[in-house]
């Protein structure tokens, strides 16, 4: 299995309903992007400070599979629509994991 977990801070500018379409739109992904296995996502429950803003964890059966994920049509309208506008800082790793 390979997983992609990536982290955003958004800008101070950001609204609460541009941070709702990024999560109804990432939310749409599993439907229309079948190497994913596994999504989750969310904002951050704020008990730590520093935290980022916002997670997506995502599962797939291997790299091939996310690296179809990352360059699909859909993914990167999301991220050039509803992401990047409101982006202050993003961090992401990907690794493999046993199931």
């Given at each position: 299995?390979?997983?992609?977990?990536?982290?955003?801070?958004?800008?101070?500018?950001?609204?609460?309903?541009?941070?709702?379409r990024v999560v109804a739109?990432?939310?749409?992904?599993?439907?229309?992007?079948?190497?994913?296995?596994?999504?989750?996502?969310?904002?951050?429950?704020?008990?730590?400070?520093?935290?980022?803003?916002?997670?997506?964890?995502?599962d797939f059966d291997d790299?091939?599979?996310?690296?179809?994920?990352?360059?699909?049509?859909?993914?990167?309208?999301?991220?050039?629509?509803?992401?990047?506008?409101?982006?202050?800082?993003?961090?992401?790793?990907?690794?493999?994991?046993?199931?």
């Amino acid at each position: 299995m390979f997983r992609h977990v990536v982290l955003f801070t958004w800008t101070e500018e950001a609204t609460d309903e541009q941070k709702a379409r990024v999560v109804a739109e990432l939310g749409k992904l599993p439907g229309a992007i079948p190497e994913i296995r596994a999504y989750t996502l969310g904002a951050d429950a704020g008990v730590n400070p520093g935290n980022h803003e916002f997670a997506v964890v995502a599962d797939f059966d291997d790299v091939e599979d996310f690296l179809a994920y990352r360059d699909h049509p859909l993914h990167q309208a999301v991220i050039i629509e509803y992401i990047k506008p409101i982006l202050a800082s993003r961090a992401a790793v990907q690794f493999a994991f046993q199931a």
